[in-house]
């Protein structure tokens, strides 16, 4: 079994993705976008890279390229007669989306250095996790331009907090590798799906 790579599509007229999932989340596969992830509806195990957690509503997590990852809602979530019911809003942009430049700029040396660290995955917690929540979801009712200046007022937060965990540790995220590594991703598979069994 190997890693799956999964991409949201990206509207030809759009320069980053926003995106209300409604359909059971993806499971463990990564992508070369950054993603910003809010569950709205939902709770069960996370994993990201070699990192597994119990997850909540609102559960708010900041992912960098290649990092794999995947939220399972547990079986509460799917039985029942309209079918899965887990939400989340997903926010996705390439490094590039802005432009080769952007990030380079010497006014956006705290996120560059924020972003490149994302590549162990971000949990944010506190007044930050308040203030980007209430961002993505009043971003459901803005057109296209105002959606663009709400993700750089996520950019303003995101160069300025603390208000967060790393999740992931280096080790594994600096040297993962789709092909040379598929023992490793056998092994943390089992461990996502079994670990609040007991051990005998």
């Known amino acids: 079994m190997k890693i799956a790579k999964i991409r949201l599509l990206q509207d030809p007229d759009k320069s980053f993705i926003y995106?209300?999932?409604?359909?059971?989340f993806s499971h463990w596969h990564h992508h070369p976008e950054y993603e910003l992830v809010l569950i709205t509806k939902g709770k069960?195990?996370?994993?990201v890279g070699d990192q597994i957690s119990r997850f909540d509503?609102?559960?708010?997590?900041?992912?960098?390229?290649?990092?794999p990852h995947e939220w399972l809602c547990d079986p509460e979530f799917f039985d029942t007669p309209i079918g899965f019911k887990g939400e989340g809003i997903v926010i996705q942009?390439?490094?590039?989306?802005?432009?080769?430049?952007?990030f380079e700029i010497p006014e956006n040396s705290?996120?560059?250095?924020?972003?490149?660290?994302?590549?162990?995955?971000?949990?944010f917690?506190?007044?930050t996790k308040q203030k980007i929540r209430s961002?993505?979801?009043?971003?459901?009712?803005?057109?296209d331009f105002e959606r663009l200046m709400a993700?750089?007022?996520?950019?303003?937060?995101?160069g300025g907090t603390k208000d967060f965990k790393i999740l992931s540790s280096p080790s594994f995220t600096d040297q993962y590798h789709l092909n040379e590594n598929e023992p490793m991703q056998k092994a943390l598979k089992f461990i996502l799906q079994n670990f609040h069994k007991p051990i005998f």
Not at 60 to 66: D, E, H, Q, R, S
Not at 151 to 158: C, K, N, Q
């Open 110 to 123: 705290r996120l560059k250095k924020f972003l490149l660290g994302a590549t162990s995955g971000y949990e």
């Open 19 to 24: 995106y209300k999932e409604t359909n059971p």
């Open 151 to 158: 993700l750089f007022d996520i950019f303003g937060v995101f």
């Open 135 to 143: 961002i993505m979801l009043s971003m459901s009712e803005m057109n």
């Open 93 to 102: 942009f390439l490094y590039n989306f802005l432009g080769d430049r952007f």
């Open 44 to 47: 069960g195990k996370r994993m």
């Open 57 to 67: 509503e609102n559960d708010l997590v900041f992912i960098g390229p290649y990092t």
């Open 125 to 127: 917690y506190g007044k």
